[in-house]
């Protein structure tokens, strides 16, 4: 579970993505717009994507395995920046129909503004071909600072559409025995005419 | 008399045909993972289920033959 939700984590830091990558014209998956900014590169699959290149209504589809470079920065700070010392906290879930599940979160302390690493993750192939809705904050001394939501899918089809495809298969016929008539006696004859 | 087909068959039935139609849409790319349609369908399917097999169109809807109507 724990290496699920680094793996989703991963993805998300680098789908969401906090980036310094050029960006198509008002494209940004963060409120407010460039407060927050995250950039991925794949180094396997060679795929870059950033926060500022997607709106939040894009699918961004990312392989099951790979190794990502990260780097996610605040406004205003270059990489490898420091500031004054403050209280930070955020999370980043997965929205669900009702209500949605946490795959990360944090909080502390902490004088870093600007952030960059590399992460190696191994999805499970059960995601494959899911459309992700993750939605993610980061707040300083109290104050949101950004916020923001993006849609993402692991490359791939999952094993899950041949469970699907046959528990339709199964309930169809079910349904095919339900919906023929079956006659029953409610008072037969014989029953107040014994003999 | 009278007919009608197996309620209960039938909401069990309508019900797995719900979660599989949702599984198929939610791993096809369909649906999101926060579609409230993954919710309503298999609820949805149940109540429809449940209605299709007391309407029970499939098949004969007259009685075998033999059959004695309750003495009025």
Request: charged share 20%; net charge positive; aromatic share 10%.
């Given at each position: 579970m724990a290496k699920l939700r680094q793996g989703l984590l991963a993805a998300v830091v680098i789908a969401a993505g906090m980036g310094i990558a050029p960006a198509s014209a008002g494209a940004d998956v963060t409120t407010p717009p460039g407060e927050c900014v995250a950039t991925g590169h794949w180094l396997n699959s060679g795929q870059t994507e950033s926060s500022t290149a997607h709106n939040p209504s894009d699918v961004i589809k990312i392989p099951a395995k790979d190794t990502v470079q990260w780097a996610g920065?605040?406004?205003?700070?270059a990489l490898g920046s420091q500031g004054p010392r403050r209280q930070i906290s955020g999370s980043v879930e997965l929205d669900l129909p009702i209500g949605s599940a946490t795959i990360d979160s944090w909080g502390k302390s902490s004088v870093r503004y600007a952030n960059t690493g590399q992460h190696k993750y191994d999805l499970p192939s059960l995601l494959k071909g899911i459309k992700m809705k993750l939605h993610g904050h980061h707040s300083e001394n109290g104050k949101l600072v950004c916020s923001g939501s993006v849609y993402m899918e692991i490359s791939g089809t999952s094993p899950l559409v041949w469970g699907g495809v046959g528990l339709l298969v199964i309930s169809?016929?079910?349904?095919?025995f339900a919906g023929r008539p079956v006659f029953r006696k409610l008072w037969a004859f014989e029953d107040v005419n014994p003999g | 008399?009278?007919?009608?087909?197996?309620?209960?068959?039938g909401a069990f039935g309508g019900l797995l045909f719900g979660l599989g139609l949702s599984l198929v849409l939610l791993t096809t790319g369909v649906l999101a993972t926060n579609s409230i349609l993954l919710v309503i369908l298999p609820i949805a399917l149940l109540v429809l289920g449940i209605v299709w097999a007391i309407i029970a169109p499939l098949g004969p809807r007259t009685p075998p033959a033999g059959w004695r109507e309750r003495p009025s």
């Open positions: 920065n605040i406004k205003g700070y169809g016929g079910m349904l095919f | 008399m009278r007919v009608r087909g197996r309620p209960i068959l």
